[in-house]
């Protein structure tokens, strides 16, 4: 009478917090298998699972699913070998794919630039992470940031175009300040719609004079006349 039984039923509030699963027709079909499964090692082992419980043929596996049958061999003697673990091991493909191991401001920088200046091409971006970070990730690591990425912090341009900078001092601080954090002259020309020449002009002076480089010069001939002894001898006759 007095024994506490082993178990109880839950409560109504857990029995509300249970998750509820969908009930579907069975189905053999790979295209419909892969859209139910919601890891990739489900998938991966739904894949196998013909093979390894019923022993089917993996060229049979392969003409239902169309991946090759040598892959499934492979993964199928890994599961013999290994069992469940061995559906946790990374693809050549992901472990090539570092996109999601860069840090987050890195990430952030990859998608504004992008949004700032759109003929930005895979490796120019790189290339300013590098500058930037100190580390320069693969074409494709930037390409799948672009795809899945964070939102831009950013909605537009950050300087104007060349010609609409009304200052030129501040045109030039423009290039230098773009050229400092990793853009190429062909980048810059094309961003702030001047040539690659005045690009090129514009860091020549920077690098020889640094600020006052980018200052306009005096257009005044300050050239020095040379007076020799004949030039002397004609005024003196005048």
């Avoid at 969908?22 to 790979?30: C, G, L, N, S, Y």
């Avoid at 089917?56 to 290994?82: C, H, I, M, N, Y």
């Avoid at 200052?215 to 030039?231: G, H, Q």
């Amino acid at each position: 009478m007095g024994r506490s039984r082993p178990w109880s039923f839950p409560f109504k509030e857990e029995v509300a917090s249970m998750p509820t699963r969908v009930q579907r027709a069975h189905t053999e079909e790979w295209s419909q298998i892969t859209q139910l499964c919601l890891w990739p090692e489900q998938r991966k082992y739904e894949l196998l699972r013909p093979l390894v419980l019923y022993g089917d043929l993996p060229a049979d596996r392969a003409r239902e699913t169309g991946v090759s049958e040598r892959r499934l061999r492979e993964q199928a003697d890994q599961f013999d070998a290994e069992g469940v673990i061995s559906l946790f091991r990374p693809t050549q493909k992901q472990l090539k794919d570092h996109h999601r191991s860069l840090p987050p401001p890195m990430r952030q920088a990859i998608v504004d630039l992008k949004t700032e200046y759109a003929a930005f091409g895979l490796r120019d971006i790189a290339a300013i992470c590098y500058v930037q970070f100190g580390r320069r990730p693969s074409p494709t690591s930037v390409q799948q940031v672009l795809a899945d990425g964070p939102r831009p912090s950013i909605k537009g341009r950050r300087y104007p175009r060349y010609a609409d900078i009304p200052d030129s001092a501040a045109r030039r601080h423009a290039v230098v300040a773009l050229h400092a954090e990793g853009w190429n002259p062909t980048n810059i020309a094309g961003y702030l719609d001047i040539s690659r020449v005045t690009v090129y002009d514009v860091l020549r002076r920077w690098e020889a004079e640094g600020v006052d480089g980018l200052a306009d010069k005096s257009r005044a001939n300050t050239r020095k006349r040379v007076v020799d002894v004949a030039l002397k001898q004609e005024v003196r006759k005048l």
